[in-house]
Nanobody, 126 residues
C-alpha cells in the first residue's frame, strides 16, 4: 500500500522559510516522479513542484520559481521542499503527490495524481 506522509509545516512570518518533507512507503522512490501541491482556503489546488525519477528534472509553478527548491533522497525514500521568502498568500495545506510514473510530464501541474498524502498546514503570518 502506497503512503505519502508530509511533515514540516507550521507557522512562519512573512519572508520566512520552511522545509517540508514527504516520507514515502509502499514503493521505491528511485523509480518514480513525485511532487507537491497546495490548497489555500477557498481556492483550488495548485501545482507547486515536481521532480522526475532518474534524471531528476524539476518543475515549478511560476509563483514559486526562484524561491522554492524540490529535492529527493532516494536512500531515505524522502522528498523535500525548501520554501524561502514565503508570503501570506501561500498559507494553505501542502500535499505530497505521485502518479506512480517515472516522469513528471508537461502536465505535471494538473491535480489528477493517483496518490496523495494527508497534507501539512503551512501558515504565513506575523
Amino acid at each position: 500500500q502506497v503512503q505519502l506522509v508530509e511533515s514540516g509545516g507550521g507557522l512562519v512570518p512573512p519572508g520566512g522559510s520552511l522545509n517540508l518533507s514527504c516520507s514515502v512507503s509502499g514503493f521505491t522512490l528511485d523509480y518514480y516522479a513525485i511532487g507537491w501541491f497546495r490548497q489555500a482556503p477557498g481556492k483550488e489546488r495548485e501545482g507547486v513542484s515536481c521532480i522526475s525519477s532518474t534524471e531528476g528534472t524539476t518543475y515549478y509553478g511560476d509563483s514559486v520559481k526562484g524561491r522554492f527548491t524540490v529535492s529527493r533522497d532516494n536512500a531515505q525514500n524522502t522528498m523535500y521542499l525548501q520554501m524561502d521568502n514565503l508570503n501570506p498568500e501561500e498559507t494553505g495545506v501542502y500535499y505530497c503527490v505521485s502518479h506512480g510514473l517515472t516522469r513528471c510530464g508537461k502536465s505535471w501541474y494538473r491535480d489528477d495524481y493517483r496518490y496523495w498524502g494527508q497534507g501539512t498546514q503551512v501558515t504565513v503570518s506575523s
